[in-house]
């Protein structure tokens, strides 16, 4: 494994580390104003908060690149399909339409505003977009964050796959080397 390799993993792992921050800080900040709401947790924002916190711990334990850390590639795979799936969960909730769909002024935007403190009559043009770029970066670093999984896993198949290929040319050439010695000294 060459030393441009080791650089690319620890950017990508970096990344990595870095979009599940943004989307563990921002998720678990909107649950916060749940609780001061007394509203309910949805369940795909559980999914999403538990996701982050798995990405976080592997991408701290595999940022520093060792042999053994590009035999993660099905772990940093497995972790973009999950990445995918949230990803997924949470654009259907909005239904495709991001900030001005009934999901966003109901329970997104109705709880980052802090409108739970007003009278009953809210509204979507109260509401407006409250919430709105939060949620646009965490659906951002979801996606991206899920990309540099893959691109993780597919460095890790090169790099284990070159590795290999070069350690059986240097038993190939061992093995060469050896046998020409013994045909040479009988």
Known sequence: MGGGTK????????????????????????????????????????????LAGIALFFSIVLLFPARWTFWAFALDFAIFVMWMVSFGLLEDLGGGHTCSAYWQWNYWGYYWGGFWNYPNNVTSAVVNSAGCNQWRATMAFIFLGGIAWLLSAALGVIAVATARDERKEGLTKVNKNNHVMTESTV
Not at 32 to 39: I, N, Q, R, T
């Open 7 to 50: 650089v690319v993993s620890i950017l990508l792992r970096f990344f990595q580390l870095c979009s599940a921050a943004v989307v563990a800080g921002v998720v678990s900040h909107f649950i916060y104003l749940f609780h001061k709401g007394d509203g309910h947790v949805h369940s795909k924002l559980l999914f999403t908060i538990s």
